[in-house]
């Protein structure tokens, strides 16, 4: 209860000027305690670590915080599992989402499954809140990207695939 309320605090402080890409522009956080949520139902409340994680995902890649400084607040096992699912950012942008498909069969299951959170939560925005832009074709071609990584997770979590192919069978 105390480290999934440090991490909530932490990413929010962290996140706090970034909103989503959407027309609704929501906070940022909006995004992170969805994949939190997610995981939590997935995992029945029995994985707090992993719930923490959901809500510190985007930390490495998108704001100022190194695995260093997670490790330290949070422990290892939570900071490496942030570490599992962030994109390298050397690599292009197709690099970096053809590397998410080939990564994915060799990520621990719980690492898969914060992945599969994040893409149902990424696909929800995309139905609910279009990025200003996207055309259909751009969204779509985003969903079947999206399917190829988690096809690729292989079987992770029944509740999570369920509710990705939910999303996913709108888009695509
Ligand atoms: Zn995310």
Same mark, same amino acid.
């Given at each position: 209860m105390l480290g999934v309320t440090r991490a909530m605090d932490f990413?929010?402080?962290?996140? *706090? &000027?970034?909103?989503?890409? +959407?027309?609704?522009?929501?906070?940022?956080?909006?995004?992170? @305690?969805?994949?939190?949520?997610?995981?939590?139902?997935? &995992? !029945? +409340?029995?994985d707090p670590a992993l719930v923490m994680a959901g809500l510190l995902h985007d930390t490495l890649e998108d704001t100022v915080t190194t695995r260093a400084e997670l490790v330290e607040a949070f422990g290892d096992d939570?900071?490496?599992?942030?570490?599992?699912? @962030? !994109? !390298?950012?050397?690599?292009?942008?197709d690099q970096r989402k053809r590397r998410q498909v080939e990564s994915a069969? +060799?990520? *621990?299951?719980?690492?898969?499954?914060?992945?599969?959170? !994040?893409k149902i939560?990424?696909?929800? *925005?995309? &139905?609910e809140s279009p990025p200003l832009g996207w055309s259909a074709r751009k969204r779509h071609?985003?969903?079947?990207?999206?399917?190829?990584v988690v096809a690729a997770c292989g079987p992770t979590n029944e509740l999570l695939e369920r509710l990705f192919a939910d999303i996913a069978d709108r888009i695509t």
């Open positions: 990413a929010a402080r962290r996140h *706090s &000027t970034q909103r989503r890409k +959407g027309l609704k522009a929501e906070p940022y956080i909006n995004h992170l @305690t969805e994949v939190a949520l997610l995981l939590a139902e997935a &995992t !029945d +409340g029995a939570v900071a490496s599992l942030v570490a599992a699912v @962030t !994109d !390298d950012k050397e690599l292009l942008r069969p +060799g990520k *621990s299951p719980r690492a898969r499954m914060l992945k599969i959170a !994040d939560a990424n696909l929800r *925005s995309l &139905t071609e985003y969903a079947v990207w999206a399917r190829e």
